[in-house]
């Protein structure tokens, strides 16, 4: 049984930074990819990063940069430079090797998602 368990995030004033963890269990080894994903007031929901099993990374652009998504036995996500955009709450997916090629990863049905984390930047 998959588990997903964040910790981290809080208020920060803008230039601050903060950092996100998500404890998984449940996979072999790194037999999975992990993103994370972020949800706004008024916003669309947003991947911000991505790492594949191997250790490929990609962001999107506005946090370029700025974040850094890493693993070990967890899921981390470094946040530096932050900014009143950044404000929203953060979540960690996780899905099985097989499905990180999907086009429509990480809105599988079979991915894992951790509870959330706020994250709340000040000006």
């Known amino acids: 049984q998959v588990q997903l368990a964040e910790a981290g995030g809080g208020s920060v004033q803008a230039g601050g930074s903060l950092r996100l963890s998500c404890a998984v269990s449940g996979y072999t080894g790194n037999s999975y990819c992990a993103a994370w994903v972020r949800r706004a007031p008024g916003k669309e929901r947003e991947e911000v990063a991505r790492?594949?099993?191997?250790g490929t990374r990609i962001y999107t652009d506005s946090v370029k940069g700025r974040f850094t998504i890493s693993r070990d036995n967890a899921v981390h996500l470094q946040m530096n430079g932050l900014t009143p955009e950044d404000t929203a709450m953060y979540y960690c997916?996780?899905?099985?090797?097989?499905?990180?090629?999907?086009?429509?990863?990480?809105?599988?049905?079979?991915?894992?998602w951790g509870q959330g984390a706020q994250v709340t930047v000040s000006s």
């Open positions: 790492i594949s099993p191997t």
């Open positions: 997916a996780t899905a099985q090797w097989w499905d990180c090629g999907s086009s429509s990863w990480p809105d599988n049905p079979t991915t894992y």
